[in-house]
């Protein structure tokens, strides 16, 4: 069975979802900015959610986290808590 290990940042606007995309893809640390900027309680722990399988997140997140590039830093994703910017960290499918 498919799983992953991802994190993420959540904002409530896409306005600051880009600026915080912009900064990681300039050099900012990603785990560094969750911590300063997440409205999510992950972010104190650089914004990591661990290891999760297909279901176990939104919708909108499940289809990023088990389709994107590992590493790669996909967003702004809009779900129903506001805007996140996502890495998944590592994957099995």
């Known amino acids: 069975?498919?799983?992953a290990n991802a994190?993420?940042?959540?904002?409530s606007?896409?306005?600051a979802c880009q600026k915080l995309k912009t900064d990681i893809e300039g050099g900012a640390d990603f785990a560094k900015l969750a911590q300063?900027?997440?409205s999510c309680p992950?972010?104190?722990?650089?914004?990591d959610l661990?290891?999760?399988?297909?279901?176990?997140?939104?919708p909108e997140f499940d289809?990023?986290?088990?389709?994107?590039?590992?590493?790669?830093?996909?967003?702004?994703?809009?779900?129903?808590?506001g805007y996140h910017l996502l890495e998944v960290t590592a994957r099995q499918d």
């Open 42 to 47: 992950s972010g104190g722990n650089g914004g």
């Open 36 to 38: 300063e900027h997440s």
């Open 63 to 81: 289809q990023v986290v088990f389709s994107a590039p590992v590493g790669e830093v996909q967003g702004p994703v809009k779900t129903q808590f």
């Open 13 to 15: 606007t896409e306005e």
């Open 50 to 58: 661990g290891n999760f399988g297909p279901g176990q997140m939104v």
């Open 7 to 11: 994190r993420h940042i959540l904002v």
């Open 1 to 3: 069975m498919a799983n």
